[in-house]
């Protein structure tokens, strides 16, 4: 193990891992989060799936948090479970008292835009009980 295996990460999240209970099950603990934004980018329903991707657009912004204290080995995990269709890609999110953290988050690439939707992905259906609406069990034979 070195040094940077050790040292912690953020990662501003926007779509399935903004719900505790999904990034539990995916790296095996909960994280502290903060609310924050990431501006020039839209969530945007992925076609015939429950989850979003996110797509550069000037004019957007998309509301998500930032996970606190990832470790390299939950960003692999985390890689995993996002698949071919997201790129953990460099951005700069704004928390809620305006300060700029430099972070990553999970982009759709732009040879995986046509998968994308016109329609904003919205998280509250699926706030009650989030593994069962989200369908779980999709994403575990995925990750398997």
């Not at 797509?55 to 960003?75: F, H, I, K, Y």
């Amino acid at each position: 193990m070195n040094a940077d295996d050790r040292r912690d990460h953020d990662l501003f999240v926007y779509g399935t891992l903004l719900f505790p209970e999904v990034v539990e099950r995916v790296i095996g603990r909960r994280l502290e989060s903060r609310p924050a934004r990431l501006p020039g980018y839209a969530r945007l329903r992925v076609l015939d799936e429950v989850y979003p991707g996110l797509a550069q657009s000037p004019c957007a912004e998309t509301p998500g948090q930032l996970l606190l204290g990832l470790r390299t080995e939950d960003l692999e995990r985390l890689d995993r479970f996002e698949g071919a269709r997201y790129q953990r890609t460099p951005v700069e999110a704004i928390d809620t008292d305006g300060t700029v953290w430099p972070t990553e988050t999970y982009l759709t690439p732009p040879a995986h835009w046509v998968f994308l939707s016109d329609e904003p992905w919205d998280p509250e259906p699926y706030r009650d009980n989030p593994l069962e609406r989200l369908g779980w069990a999709k994403f575990e034979e995925r990750n398997e």
